[in-house]
């Protein structure tokens, strides 16, 4: 293939497209006659065959089909804060957005609509952000986007935007690794700055070098940006000293990226305030401080409301003291995983809690997030590849120490290393040689264990490579008797993985053709804090592509972009959403190869993820709903404080120093359910014993309803006293560990409310299950449940976890029942308009829990489907409940009180990630 000239090709169909269809998406046919008639036109200039043109095609149309929406934002408006942007929009000169927005068109292929709207974002934000012509100010804003959405982008284009504005003074916060500082430092020299910021602080450097145009900087030099740091070195006062350079001494836009660190911070800290100062001994020069990563070390875990003699947390009390350096200053977080940053007490005036403004950023269409992978309309799920708990227990126990020495690896590492291997000649195949590849192994946090896995897994690539070698180009026959070609061969053929359709081929042709140059480039790297994560410095290979298995913990769990990551085996137990999110590495951008994304891990956290997607997905829907009714940062943190899934970061963060928690977590809206068993028989059989006297009761104390549009073929009864239903949750037990459900605090909470007197009952009677065996007794009648509910059950130390449902019990929609078909289309319409959720997505539970109906109560009949090895040992059937609470009439929250007990929460933990050695 002719790469250089199908490159050639698609920069002149895309410049020639772009400027004709700059304000809408072109229809297909017109695309198809665009590219033939440039085609023609460069034939002699961009010879390209018919295989090599159909490549240009598709990526193309990637490329056009990609859209971008503007966020959702929340802000504070009874501050003196006043909109200044679009005032000033005429005397400030565009020149560092206009380099900027020109570069992702001409260098990255980003097409007009997108650049459009991401200055439009940039612009929204920095309206929020202090007038830089303002005396004084001092803003304090969150940014929040997915996690590997392009939020890195985002921020680039705010700097940019803010230094044509006025800003003086951009420090970029860049996260704790020393890897993700050069990262980000790389990033802003192309994207920002415009100069290499290492030859920038060489003394020794020549001045062409010094000065040579880099990234956006060969779209302009007429202005500059000075880089006080650089990709070699973080914030040192030596180096600036030796360039004689100092914030009064340079006219430009000054940009420092720094790592969070005490003694960098200090002394950055220390070196600025020798600069002049205001007769308050302030700065006067406008400070933009972007906190990237603003949830992780960032935040004072201290807190000095309630101890005010205690000092905050070291790197907390750097950023404190930068700000206050700088009498006009914008604090600016920027996070996918926000829940840290809304607990920050937002009564400490000078601390971190974003009081002025939350904007919520929306990911463009390409981007493959968790809403896609595991939320409850995914498009994506078939990336999803389950883990054998049982081979892999044994090869690797989930709970294991630093000591513990690995005697194998688990069958279904090797298939999907296999695999990736595969992938990496399919993509060969589809004329990316030069693409970065990577897999992600993430099954362990101790270093010693990850080497343990590197080595194995080195040597098994050793024998692929040596297979491959000698035996690639004989006779397929002969070749499939050696057994690492015969392996390959099956996971090439197995039905899941679709190779052959996905590489055009025959297992021959690849065999012969690519495989091995293909799979002799990777190689394994433990990436960690003991081997240095410029182990994986994808910079060192820019123009051959690194294609690698890295092996590592929580160095590759923060802000860390795998390039090209096709493949990840992930096995991690820890229910802290923050943490699970920023895991996720395989969530983003995987331009022509997002059908080859595999991930492996366990159903238990597969489950865990849809929990952390609804909670998160609900989060960002309310913003939509608090921006409509003026509420601020401070009302929003109030409300994700009091949404029940925050119990877990609450009572992770006191398991070591409390005995108790007590909260108030938000019903109204809500469906509650039971997903987390205790694994006791004596707890269980008591359990079955309450479900079924409270049904049998249901006669004398409800209403039976017939009417199959609302009922859905359902047994259900109304005006079931509210007592009898809080008798009910108080004693029926659950485990401890899933936090959300309360049953003592929603019975004290029901008992103290008029409007939840009366309940509908409903006992799911609809499943794909066998029916329950001799009914049930109801009055004096027997219930016939012809089809329980099919669920998988696992067993998870003291626990029995109902999975396959995403930390659910019912399935999605069920608040329907009970609702006319034209009430159910009048409150999903209700939603839409409130949430602006699209069409493309189903609507939650809670968008039928409307205020015009009584609170519902669920009973669920499961029957289990355990593995083999412990279905002889557990009950067929179980029973779970669920309960709805209809909005509030005056759509007030409504909290009830959950004391949870942190000692039994301890004991009852499956949480392993109490500690690290990563």
Not at 893 to 898: D, V
Request: charged residues 25%; negative net charge; hydrophobic residues 35%.
């Amino acid at each position: 293939m002719s790469q250089k000239n199908m490159e050639l090709l698609e920069k002149l169909l895309r410049d020639c497209i772009y400027s004709k269809y700059e304000e809408r998406p072109l229809e297909e046919n017109e695309f198809l006659q665009e590219a033939e008639d440039i085609r023609r036109k460069a034939e002699a200039l961009a010879p390209v065959d018919d295989e090599e043109f159909e490549a240009v095609k598709k990526r193309l149309r990637v490329q056009f089909a990609v859209n971008l929406d503007v966020g959702t934002y929340v802000r504070d408006e009874q501050t003196e804060h006043q909109s200044w942007l679009p005032a000033r929009r005429a005397e400030i000169d565009p020149f560092f957005w206009n380099r900027y927005r020109k570069y992702l068109e001409d260098a990255k292929g980003w097409n007009p609509r997108v650049i459009a709207n991401l200055g439009r974002v940039a612009d929204e934000i920095l309206d929020l952000c202090g007038d830089p012509q303002q005396k004084k100010f001092a803003i304090k804003g969150l940014i929040m986007g997915d996690v590997q959405s392009g939020k890195t982008a985002n921020y680039t284009a705010i700097c940019n935007k803010a230094a044509d504005a006025g800003y003086h003074i951009i420090i970029v916060l860049a996260g704790i690794p020393k890897n993700l500082r050069r990262q980000t430092q790389e990033r802003l020299d192309a994207e920002f700055s415009g100069r290499r910021s290492d030859y920038f602080l060489d003394t020794h450097a020549k001045a062409n070098l010094k000065n040579a145009p880099y990234g956006v900087g060969r779209y302009g030099t007429e202005k500059s940006i000075a880089s006080f740091t650089s990709v070699v070195k973080d914030f040192d006062i030596n180096v600036l000293r030796g360039n004689n350079l100092d914030i009064s001494n340079v006219n430009c836009p000054i940009l420092f990226v720094v790592k969070k660190n005490k003694s960098i911070l200090n002394n950055l800290i220390g070196w600025l305030g020798n600069s002049k100062k205001n007769e308050q001994g302030q700065i006067e020069l406008p400070l933009l401080l972007i906190d990237d990563e603003s949830d992780n070390a960032s935040v004072n875990t201290h807190d000095m409301v309630k101890d005010p003699e205690t000092e905050p947390t070291a790197i907390n009390a750097g950023i404190r003291r930068l700000l206050k350096l700088f009498a006009q200053s914008t604090y600016l977080g920027v996070t996918a995983t926000p829940f840290a940053n809304i607990f920050i007490n937002p009564e400490q005036d000078d601390d971190l809690f974003p009081s002025d403004f939350i904007y919520t950023l929306s990911a463009p269409s390409n981007y493959i997030g968790a809403e896609d992978i595991f939320g409850d309309d995914a498009k994506h799920d078939d990336m999803l590849e389950t883990i054998n708990d049982n081979e892999r227990e044994r090869c690797l126990p989930l709970k294991h120490k630093k000591t513990y020495q690995v005697k194998g690896l688990p069958r279904d590492l090797y298939e999907a290393a296999g695999y990736f291997l595969l992938t990496n000649a399919v993509r060969d195949v589809r004329g990316d040689v030069t693409a970065h590849r990577s897999m992600m192994v993430h099954i362990s946090r101790f270093n010693d264990i990850q080497q343990q896995i590197a080595d194995f897994l080195t040597a098994w690539l050793d024998r692929m490579r040596s297979a491959l070698r000698n035996y690639a180009q004989l006779p397929a026959e002969e070749a499939e008797h050696i057994k690492e070609i015969h392996t390959l061969h099956a996971i090439f053929n197995d039905s899941r993985f679709h190779l052959e359709e996905k590489s055009g081929m025959s297992w021959d042709t690849l065999l012969e053709k690519y495989l091995y140059k293909a799979v002799a480039p990777v190689e394994v790297r433990a990436v960690n804090m003991t081997t240095g994560t410029a182990s994986l410095d994808y910079s060192q290979h820019k123009k051959d592509g690194l294609r690698v298995i890295a092996i590592g913990g929580d160095a590759l769990s923060r802000g860390l972009t795998l390039e090209g990551l096709c493949v990840t085996y992930f096995c991690r137990t820890t229910a802290m959403y923050d943490t699970l999110l920023q895991m996720g590495r395989w969530f983003g951008y995987r331009p022509h190869y997002d059908d080859l994304v595999k991930v492996w891990m366990t159903e238990e956290e597969m489950d865990w993820y849809g929990e952390i997607t609804r909670a998160t997905t609900e989060l960002r829907d309310e913003i939509r709903e608090m921006r409509d009714t003026h509420q601020t940062p401070r009302d929003f943190g109030l409300r994700v404080k009091q949404a029940p899934g925050s119990l877990i970061v609450t009572a992770r963060n006191k398991m070591r120093t409390a005995k108790t928690v007590t909260q108030p977590i938000s019903v109204s809206g809500r469906l509650l359910e039971t997903p987390r068993l205790i694994a006791d028989h004596a707890v269980l059989d008591e359990n079955e014993r309450i479900f079924k006297a409270f049904i049998a009761q249901l006669p004398e104390r409800g209403t039976r309803l017939m009417d199959e549009e609302r009922t859905h073929g359902h047994a259900y009864w109304q005006n079931v006293p509210g007592d009898c239903v809080a008798g009910l949750l108080r004693a029926f037990k659950t485990n401890p560990w899933h936090l959300s459900f309360n049953g003592e605090g929603l019975a004290d909470y029901i008992g103290q409310h008029k409007e939840l007197s009366l309940w509908d009952v409903v006992v799911l009677g609809k499943g794909e299950g066998s029916a329950y065996p001799d009914g049930l007794v109801c009055g004096n009648k027997h219930l016939t449940i012809a089809n329980t509910e099919v669920r998988k059950v696992a067993l998870n130390g003291r626990m029995l976890s109902i999975s396959g449902t995403k930390v659910r019990v019912g399935s999605v929609g069920c608040t329907r029942i009970g609702l006319t078909r034209q009430e159910a289309k009048a409150a999903e319409a209700a939603f839409r308009a409130e949430t602006g959720i699209s069409a493309e997505r189903s609507v939650p539970d809670r968008a039928f829990l409307t205020r015009m109906r009584h609170p519902i109560l669920f009973l669920h009949i499961i029957q289990a489907k355990y593995d083999p090895a412990i279905e002889k040992n557990w009950p067929k059937f179980l029973f779970a409940l669920g309960v709805g609470f209809p909005k509030t009439e005056d759509g007030e929250t409504q909290t009830a009180m959950y004391v949870v007990n942190l000692v039994q929460l301890r004991n009852a933990s499956n949480d392993i990630d109490m500690d690290t050695d990563d």
